[in-house]
């Protein structure tokens, strides 16, 4: 069986302005706790909120006074990094459970005196649908998911008690499950399907199945008893399945539109609460009549737009629709008298039934009681249960008429004058429960660290991916036009992903991305990093990783600091009692004891250790980042590890070295790298392998000294030993670790421990090397900042949450992280180490302006050169191009040296497609705003007159001395320079020619 893909990824949410309580985006979910007046709501932002009701919710309809207190926010937590879908109250109303688009089914427990946050109990591979329960005390859970499966799950925490794969051995696409019910003994699902499945949810086993609706299943409720089962579909009808009879028994059609939610609390169902895409809500109340034909359906309330959820308890009615805010209506009396009209003459008047209403619609709450009599329920508010029912206390003839009216669309009754239209009994609610606003749009700009935002108010706001804090608000403008204002002309790598799912800013870190992109530290504009190199870049995804766990690195210092102490102490007692002996032919760790290790940081005085970069096997696909320069500060990595580089002329272009070339450089530089570093005897073999092969390389050649993006550590030789020894040395110290940031500590300690046994009692410098504030600025970083580590398999539909936190609590939870926090991500905070991929160059012609200066190279009539053809990073700015240029066709001439020279674009201009380009504009944004054609660039350079540069002189060949022309070869008369052919001591340049 092939493994499937798993990897970890980082996501950091920006914390939204401070703002009271409630949902930001739709709700889905609602629950009352009659017992204690609070009701629960969950929506598409993952929170779960709970509501003080400040009112008696069982208090019965016939309650001859009412509350006047309005609701409350009691509290709320965010749940779920997904949209919740279902939530169910269980455990005497002491466990909250909520199913999510996220795959996982937590619980949360409000009332706990430890404030505990929810917790998963299980997961499946798809979203979360729906959850049933058999009653308030049960310890267990059902849930369904779109991964076509029914988990029992245990409430403590103790897993899966039992798996229904609802289709068996039948292959469909449409057997997720979007209801469940349970009761009695039985468990019933459905979904797209539109077929009712029965199972026993102690044996997991098929009981029957029920076909008769003919669009999604969207709700099920089963009695107390649990043989009779109620459905609601899209396909417009709620059925009653009796388990007894094994069919259909009556289909109800009092809806006009897809059927969404059923509540009920009555044991047998006789009184339900169904509702609809078109934001009716219906009561029916089918109680003392001897067919349900004859009961009571009534449109209690209309919302504005779809009901997601309706529950009620008490004399209250609560909607949930995709609006943020919940609203509470009166509840209906279903047995109060229906008021039907005193003569014909008022159905068939000309007038339109909304600009006359019935007198009871208008006289507040329909069907409650005041003082000793009712308010009469209007006939305009009556519906139809199915096709054959007749009104109550209608006559034949009514009956006919009303029939007829009822079973038409809304849009066709409107239309109608002559015939009277349904009329919800409440139409505006008591009280609404107000939400806030969430994102609903953004856009990423340009410069990939600053996004608009546009939420359900219509805000606009720019946000600051790096800091995670706001910039500025637009007001409710259109995000495009104020894009147009705030976006710049430049081209960046994307590093990230944006979600806005849950309403709030999410920034997603991939590691097969995350450090791909790059800025210049002088663009960066915040003031704070003004003292950067004007040609030191910042990497993005480094940068703002290495301050979300910012604590972390700082308390792994501290525990490093800690155990090396207690390292040390402890192998001094040990050489006390057991003095070294010494192991004939190992020189490795001659002399150590004056060797420094010289870190991201700078120096560290001390003993050096057998770091990450000399021990870890594979180690190579690593580079530990320094500042980096156009200049090509990875020099300063040779010089700290006391490895020595053969000076080589500074030229941007050159063409590319050959293999021979770059077998000597990468041979010379190990063959001079110092022994006297502590090694570590990790498979030996496998390293010798590593640096002989191929990718070797191609690695070595990817990162040379003149190269403006990332250095690699160079690595040490390992001492050569005989076969024999190797294999016992690897058979013995060979050691697996996590593939986490506790992997990283571990290998970290394990050198320290493999160091000391070799030298009991020596310092030990730390193996933890971050990177500098050079290499990442500080960042201020807000403490509400949440960060996510999730996981994405072939397993499921989404990330796995793996963990969840804020960045004000990341040291607190360090124990957490440290299984959490994967092994890229350890690699990068403690030995600032990424994985190196290939530099990403533009091609591009390079020629004088319409031959207005010399050119960059000597003519060639050789059909197969094409010396103006080069190539280079991406982020090389334009002025290093017109620095390139003048070294060619405007050297210094060392006799005559000027003491006040120009800078090369202070006299020199490029152009592309006839436009000037800015001196710090890189080729990758050369391409993209302005070139915009596939090819190669033209870039075309001339003199703006501010310097006098010479006319070129034409080289005539002699040819009575050839070997004279051969030996100038790279060189002119007046000093103008071609492109010479580097040689095998040159290292490949920023530049090369194609």
Not at 385 to 405: H, K, M, Q
Request: hydrophobic residues 30%; charged residues 25%.
């Amino acid at each position: 069986m092939a493994r499937k893909f798993t990897h970890q990824r980082v996501s950091y949410v920006l914390p939204l302005p401070d703002a009271p309580g409630g949902h930001r985006l739709g709700v889905n979910g609602l629950a009352v706790d009659s017992d204690n007046g609070i009701l629960y709501s969950a929506g598409r932002d993952g929170v779960l909120c709970s509501w003080d009701l400040n009112r008696n919710p069982s208090s019965s309809l016939s309650s001859s006074t009412k509350s006047s207190k309005t609701t409350t926010h009691r509290h709320q937590v965010q749940a779920h990094s997904h949209w919740i879908n279902d939530i169910v109250l269980t455990q005497n109303n002491s466990a909250l459970v909520s199913a999510s688009s996220d795959t996982t089914v937590r619980v949360w427990r409000p009332h706990s005196e430890a404030n505990e946050l929810p917790f998963s109990i299980g997961r499946h591979a798809d979203y979360v649908k729906c959850l049933a329960t058999s009653d308030h005390q049960s310890n267990w859970v059902a849930s369904g998911g779109l991964d076509q499966k029914v988990v029992l799950w245990d409430l403590n925490g103790g897993g899966d008690i039992l798996k229904i794969d609802t289709c068996g051995d039948e292959v469909t696409e449409k057997g997720s499950v979007y209801a469940l019910g349970t009761g009695g003994s039985v468990l019933a699902t459905g979904g797209p399907e539109s077929v009712v499945r029965v199972w026993d949810p102690k044996a997991g086993k098929l009981i029957t199945k029920f076909v008769g609706h003919t669009d999604n299943i969207r709700g099920i409720l089963i009695n107390e008893a649990g043989d009779t089962i109620m459905t609601a579909s899209s396909d417009q009808t709620v059925k009653l399945w009796s388990l007894t009879a094994g069919r259909c028994t009556h289909t109800l059609t009092m809806h006009n539109d897809s059927v969404w939610s059923l509540y009920s609390d009555h044991p047998q169902l006789s009184v339900f609460y169904s509702s609809d895409r078109s934001g009716l809500v219906a009561k029916t109340d089918t109680r003392d009549v001897s067919d349900i034909d004859q009961g009571t359906s009534i449109a209690a309330l209309q919302e504005h737009e779809g009901v997601v959820k309706v529950v009620a308890a008490g004399d209250s009615i609560w909607t949930a629709t995709p609006k943020s805010s919940i609203n509470r209506w009166s509840d209906v009396d279903t047995t109060a008298d229906i008021e039907f009209p005193n003569s014909s003459a008022r159905r068939f008047s000309g007038g339109s039934p909304a600009e006359s209403p019935p007198e009871s619609a208008s006289q507040g709450p329909i069907g409650t009681s005041n003082g000793s009599s009712k308010n009469k329920i209007p006939h305009s508010s009556l519906l139809l249960l199915s096709n054959t029912a007749v009104f109550p206390g209608l006559d034949p003839e009514r009956a006919t008429i009303y029939s007829s009216v009822s079973s038409r669309k809304p849009t066709e009754v409107a239309n109608d004058e002559e015939l009277g239209v349904v009329l919800p009994v409440h139409t505006v609610p008591e009280e609404t429960i107000e939400g806030q606003h969430g994102l609903i749009k953004y856009l990423l700009l340009n410069d990939r660290k600053r996004t608009l935002t546009q939420d359900t108010a219509g805000e606009v706001v720019l946000w600051d991916l790096i800091k995670c804090v706001p910039l500025k608000a637009f007001g409710k403008r259109h995000i495009e036009d104020v894009a147009s204002e705030v976006n710049t002309v430049e081209s960046i790598a994307h590093w990230c992903t944006v979600d806005i799912r849950t309403g709030r800013l999410s920034v997603i870190l991939e590691p097969n991305r995350c450090f791909d992109a790059e800025i210049y530290a002088d663009e960066v504009g915040y003031p704070e990093n003004e003292e950067h190199g004007q040609d030191q870049r910042l990497n993005l995804g480094k940068w703002v990783l290495r301050w979300l766990f910012g604590d972390l690195v700082e308390e792994e210092i501290q525990r490093d600091e800690a155990y090396r102490e207690a390292a040390v102490a402890k192998s001094a007692e040990f050489r006390i009692d057991n003095p070294p002996v010494p192991i004939p032919g190992s020189q490795v760790l001659h002399d150590v004891s004056s060797t420094t290790l010289r870190t991201a940081n700078g120096p560290h005085s001390g003993l050096a250790v057998p770091g990450h970069n000399m021990a870890t096997p594979n180690a190579g696909n690593l580079s530990s980042s320094l500042p980096t320069t156009e200049e090509g500060s990875a020099t300063s990595l040779g010089h700290d590890l006391g490895t020595p580089f053969s000076d080589k002329p500074n030229d941007y272009f050159s063409n590319t070295p050959t293999i021979e070339t770059d077998k000597q450089t990468s041979t010379t530089a190990e063959d001079q790298t110092p022994t006297a570093l502590p090694q570590s005897p990790v498979e030996p073999e496998k390293e010798e392998k590593r640096k002989g092969s191929l990718f070797g390389k191609k690695f070595r050649m990817e990162f040379p000294k003149k190269l403006g993006r990332t250095s690699t550590d160079v690595k040490s030789p390992v001492p050569e030993e005989k076969p024999e020894e190797s294999d016992k040395s690897s058979e013995k110290e060979e050691k697996v670790f996590e593939n986490s940031l506790g992997g990283v500590i571990d290998r970290i300690r394990h050198e320290y421990e493999t160091y000391l046994a070799a030298n009991p009692g020596s310092n030990l410098a730390s193996g933890i090397t971050p990177s500098s504030n050079a290499d990442t600025p500080i960042l201020d970083i807000p403490p509400n900042t949440s960060i996510l580590i999730q996981e994405e398999s072939g397993d499921t539909a989404v990330a796995a949450d793996l963990y969840s936190g804020f960045v004000g609590n990341v040291r607190e939870e360090i124990d957490k992280l440290e299984k959490a926090i994967p092994h890229w991500l350890g690699e990068l905070l403690l030995k600032n180490q990424i994985v190196a991929k290939e530099v990403v160059k533009v091609a591009f012609v390079l020629k004088p302006y319409e031959d207005q200066l010399p050119p960059i190279a000597k003519p060639d009539v050789s059909p197969n050169n094409n010396s103006s053809r080069l190539n280079a990073n991406r982020m090389l700015r334009a002025k290093k191009v017109l620095a390139y240029v003048a070294e060619r066709i405007d050297p210094v001439d060392p006799a005559d040296p000027d003491p006040n020279p120009m800078k090369p674009e202070e006299y020199l201009e490029l152009y592309c497609q006839n436009i000037l380009i800015p001196e710090n504009m890189t080729l990758a944004t050369i391409r993209t705003h302005i070139w915009r054609a596939g090819g190669d660039m033209m870039l075309y350079y001339k003199a703006n007159g501010k310097k006098t540069i010479r006319p070129p002189v034409v080289e005539v060949p002699s040819t009575e001395n050839p070997a004279a022309t051969e030996s100038n070869e790279g060189s002119h008369p007046n000093g103008v320079l071609s492109p010479s052919i580097p040689n095998a001591n040159s290292e490949p340049p920023l530049i090369s020619g194609v």
